[in-house]
């Protein structure tokens, strides 16, 4: 364990950061990540409890959701990385004006989209899933709208907790993680199985939690940072502020949209699959989600310190702690697939699942699990490096063009041409991960995307 900690004090500790600070960011976001993760499982879980047409249904619209929310995740993340930049640059009056108004960008984009949604359920719902089971659609309108209501609260509590991570404030990002998600699995708990409410008692349970921890957000903001922010702050507007932030932002947003369309595709020819398909298909990206949970909170740490590096002009540390950020990622997440494979068989008893359906997860999670070591840190985490320098453009063509051609164009071709079903999908997304691998690396490789933001 010496030798690893000596190893680890020489890839991470710098004039910027040392390596002790580090790992305590990044156990905070990995307890983070893993309670947030842990938490959907749960609620997963839950809601499988009410039948697999439930969790169908919620797994059908899945994808517009995330289209929605990804929408204003991504400006809470453009609205991260200026705040990051600026805490580098050591300029408190930045900080409190970007934060203000990252806030209320955020806030008014959700506004818009919620009410979009919701209006619109019923008719986007039928248009996507034509040939589909009444009931179905049924409880897939009543998610899509409810959960449309919950975005509002939801994209402040998600700018406020971005802004924490991107300071460095791992501890009061896993507090409001904690309480939200807490809340979110004991009103689910109620309003599922205490009230029998099924779908609508998931998407009750949503509405409820996130306006819980909006208001707590804008508590601890407010009062527990060092920056004097105050609510007149949301509602101020600087043209250069919003413009580096929309700037980030924007190419983001358009990831996002291009990505989630993407995504649709997929439900789309999915959809021709049965119900248990469909059910295990969700199962298996619940359980993933729990394998990424350290990945995703090396990525996060990538965002703050390469962020911070790149604020303060030091950009052979930017470029430093992105290469061995990947190579402590690839060790982490090897230890990790070994600690939790073993443990699936018991996670499985939380979601009911058939023995057909539990056979389809086995073959999908074995497809996926032991490649990630191999693949997921290197075409995830120089992709948000990259985006911390303001080369948003280049990863999101990555992001998109290897959507387009693993999942959609050869999961089609493996889930329905050649009728290999739901693993199909599970063979393209490895073949994805192999392509963001090799493409992010050769543009790291070079100089362009460190001065991207200058010319």
């Avoid at 749960?42 to 969790?55: C, F, K, P, R, Y």
């Avoid at 699995?185 to 921890?213: E, Q």
């Avoid at 999101?396 to 050869?410: D, F, H, K, Q």
Wanted: net charge positive; proline share 2%.
């Amino acid at each position: 364990m010496e030798r690893l900690r000596k190893r680890l004090d020489g890839l991470l500790t710098t004039g910027q950061f040392t390596y002790s600070q580090l790992k305590k960011m990044f156990i905070t976001l990995t307890l983070d990540q893993f309670f947030i993760c842990f938490i959907s499982l749960l609620s997963t879980a839950l809601v499988s409890s009410v039948g697999e047409a439930a969790i169908a249904a919620v797994s059908m619209v899945g994808t517009v959701n995330s289209l929605a929310s990804l929408v204003f995740m991504s400006l809470a993340t453009g609205g991260a990385i200026v705040v990051s930049r600026a805490k580098g640059r050591g300029d408190e009056q930045e900080i409190r004006r970007v934060i203000g108004e990252a806030v209320g960008l955020c806030c008014t984009v959700s506004l818009g989209l919620s009410a979009a949604l919701f209006l619109s359920a019923d008719a986007l719902v039928r248009a996507i899933y034509p040939h589909v089971e009444p009931l179905l659609i049924e409880y897939a309108v009543k998610y899509m709208r409810m959960m449309a209501i919950s975005f509002i609260p939801f994209s402040v509590f998600n700018v406020i907790f971005n802004i924490f991570r991107s300071l460095g404030d791992t501890r009061s990002s896993l507090f409001l993680t904690v309480v939200i998600n807490l809340s979110h699995l004991l009103l689910s708990l109620l309003f599922i199985n205490g009230l029998s409410m099924g779908v609508a008692g998931s998407g009750m349970s949503y509405i409820v939690a996130r306006t819980l921890g909006m208001l707590l957000a804008v508590f601890w903001l407010i009062r527990h940072t060092p920056y004097h922010i105050r609510l007149k702050l949301f509602f101020r507007f600087t043209p250069a502020v919003t413009k580096e932030i929309m700037s980030l932002g924007m190419p983001l947003t358009v990831e996002a949209l291009l990505t989630q369309g993407g995504m649709l595709l997929v439900q789309v020819y999915l959809a021709r699959l049965t119900t248990t398909d469909l059910a295990a298909h969700a199962v298996s990206n619940s359980m993933l989600n729990l394998y990424c949970t350290s990945a995703n909170a090396l990525t996060a740490l990538a965002s703050t310190v390469c962020g911070q590096c790149y604020g303060a002009k030091r950009y052979d540390l930017t470029r430093q702690y992105c290469r061995n950020l990947v190579k402590v990622g690839r060790f982490v997440l090897l230890i990790t697939v070994l600690l939790l494979y073993p443990l699936t068989p018991l996670l499985l008893r939380l979601y009911h699942a058939t023995e057909q359906g539990t056979a389809i997860i086995y073959t999908c999670l074995r497809i996926a699990v032991f490649l990630m070591p191999l693949l997921w840190c290197d075409g995830n985490i120089p992709s948000m490096v990259l985006r911390t320098a303001g080369d948003s453009v280049y990863s999101g063509a990555v992001s998109v063009s290897a959507l387009l051609l693993g999942r959609c164009i050869l999961g089609y071709t493996l889930t329905i041409v050649l009728g290999l079903g739901v693993p199909g999908v599970w063979i393209a997304l490895v073949c994805e991960w192999a392509y963001r691998s090799v493409a992010l690396r050769l543009r790291f490789r070079g100089d362009q995307w460190l001065h991207i933001r200058a010319a």
